[in-house]
Nanobody
Framework: QVQLVESGGGLVQAGGSLRLSCAAS????????MGWFRQAPGKERAFVAAITWSDGVTYYADSVKGRFTISRDDAKNTVYLQLNSLKPEDTAVYYC?????????????????????WGQGTQVTVSS
């Protein structure tokens, strides 16, 4: 199993930046895909970005391409999400998640149901 601990959320003005961190621990997480999702009030949880732990291939939702960057630090067992050029519509609780099935399929998935381990979430609020 994998345990995920998120940090880095906060309040930022439109156009500003934040960096979210997700520290992972447990067994076999190096073979997993790691994803970031977000959930705004009254909205369903939606895919933001993902990275494969083994090779670092990245995937992004269209709404964040060119603004957000997902990365990993193997030495720290940590996945990051750099949020740049933030907009008020980016306001949401951001969740880190792990897909343990990636090591079998080698296919990055983008649905919440595909991820079996989740962090507690960290609030990102973008003011106008």
């Amino acid at each position: 199993q994998v345990q995920l601990v998120e940090s880095g959320g906060g309040l930022v003005q439109a156009g500003g930046s934040l960096r979210l961190s997700c520290a992972a621990s447990g067994r076999s997480f190096s073979r997993y895909a790691m994803g970031w999702f977000r959930q705004a009030p009254g909205k369903e949880r939606a895919f933001v970005a993902a990275i494969t732990w083994s090779d670092g291939v990245t995937y992004y939702a269209d709404s964040v391409k060119g603004r957000f960057t997902i990365s990993r630090d193997d030495a720290k067992n940590t996945v990051y999400l750099q949020l740049n050029s933030l907009k008020p519509e980016d306001t949401a609780v951001y969740y880190c998640a792990a897909d343990s099935y990636y090591g079998v399929t080698f296919t990055v998935r983008t649905t919440t149901a595909s991820y079996d381990y989740w962090g507690q979430g960290t609030q990102v609020t973008v003011s106008s």
